[in-house]
């Protein structure tokens, strides 16, 4: 499960430029930065023009009982549940991050990252709920660098597959069976 993650631009020049091109879209809008909850209105990658284009979600599609949202979809059953079908057939996205986060079992907070850059993507779903974009995290079973904290884990996209994630229909099943890459993992 993907409960929180952070997004910050200070150290990323792919973050920074995702900010860039989404502040000249939305012309001054305030974009959350630092850490992410559910709820948080937050850049997104989707497909507009056959290209990634940023955009403004709110994270977590509403409960059929309007009471909370659902943050996470799991990528091996996203095909059969009525609430993910669609999307994942007609409506992928990218989740821009620095990394995500876990809490083991001593209650420590974890950021987990891609060794080498500060920009994770996260593959996710998107839909429209009331005239609001927004979009769930895609998740896959853990690799054994985060599996004996969480058996749960982003499904993370390499960054030259963002476009083929969001625009190319007929990878999208092996995708979502790949294994993701390894992470290194900081206490915060």
């Not at 009525?82 to 821009?96: V, W």
Request: with cysteine; hydrophobic share 40%; glycine share 4%.
């Amino acid at each position: 499960m993907c409960g929180r993650y952070n997004f910050t631009v200070e150290q990323s020049d792919e973050l920074r430029e995702i900010i860039e091109q989404l502040n000249a879209k939305i012309h001054g809008k305030e974009v959350k930065t630092g850490e992410i909850f559910p709820t948080n209105q937050v850049p997104l990658l989707i497909g507009e023009n056959d290209q990634a284009s940023p955009v403004l979600s709110i994270w977590g599609f509403p409960k059929f009982d309007k009471k909370g949202v659902i943050i996470n979809a799991r990528s091996e059953t996203a095909f059969e549940k009525r609430t993910f079908r669609e999307s994942i057939i007609n409506r992928r996205c990218i989740i821009p991050s620095s990394g995500f986060y876990e809490w083991d079992s001593e209650k420590r907070k974890i950021m987990f990252r891609l060794d080498g850059t500060n920009a994770l993507y996260m593959a996710g779903l998107y839909n429209y709920y009331q005239d609001e974009l927004r979009f769930v995290i895609l998740t896959t079973a853990a690799n054994d660098s985060i599996s004996d904290v969480h058996h749960r884990m982003p499904l993370v996209i390499p960054r030259n597959e963002i476009d083929t994630w969001i625009l190319d229909d007929m990878v999208t099943s092996d995708i979502l069976h790949r294994i993701p890459p390894q992470l290194i993992r900081e206490v915060v």
